[in-house]
Nanobody, 126 residues
Framework: QVQLVESGGGLVQAGGSLRLSCVASGRTFSNYAMGWFRQAPGKEREFVAAIGWSGGITYLAASVKGRFAISRDNAKNTVYLQMNSLKPEDTAVYYC???????????????????WGQGTQVTVSS
């Protein structure tokens, strides 16, 4: 089992920044690719960003490319989502997720992930 705990959400004005953190425990963190997803009220969960086990490969959704960045610190069992130039449409609950490293995987698909955190609310005011 892997336990994931997100933090860093909050209320911010449009144009502002937040950094989300997700701390993992329970298994060897570097055995897992990590992802961030979000879900706004009345909408489906959507992919935001993902990062490979070593941090050498990253993926970003088109809607956040150039504004968000994902990184990880395996020594701290933590994955980060740096969010800059926030927009009201970024308002959502943000979830981190962990996927056991596999030879083939589509890290943009939520169904690929094995473990999920409880989420942290991000609200961007206009």
């Amino acid at each position: 089992q892997v336990q994931l705990v997100e933090s860093g959400g909050g209320l911010v004005q449009a144009g502002g920044s937040l950094r989300l953190s997700c701390v993992a425990s329970g298994r060897t963190f570097s055995n897992y690719a990590m992802g961030w997803f979000r879900q706004a009220p009345g909408k489906e969960r959507e992919f935001v960003a993902a990062i490979g086990w070593s941090g050498g490969i990253t993926y970003l959704a088109a809607s956040v490319k150039g504004r968000f960045a994902i990184s990880r610190d395996n020594a701290k069992n933590t994955v980060y989502l740096q969010m800059n130039s926030l927009k009201p449409e970024d308002t959502a609950v943000y979830y981190c997720a962990a996927k056991m490293v596999a030879a083939v995987a589509d890290l943009t698909r939520g169904n690929e992930y094995d473990y999920w955190g409880q989420g942290t609310q991000v609200t961007v005011s206009s």
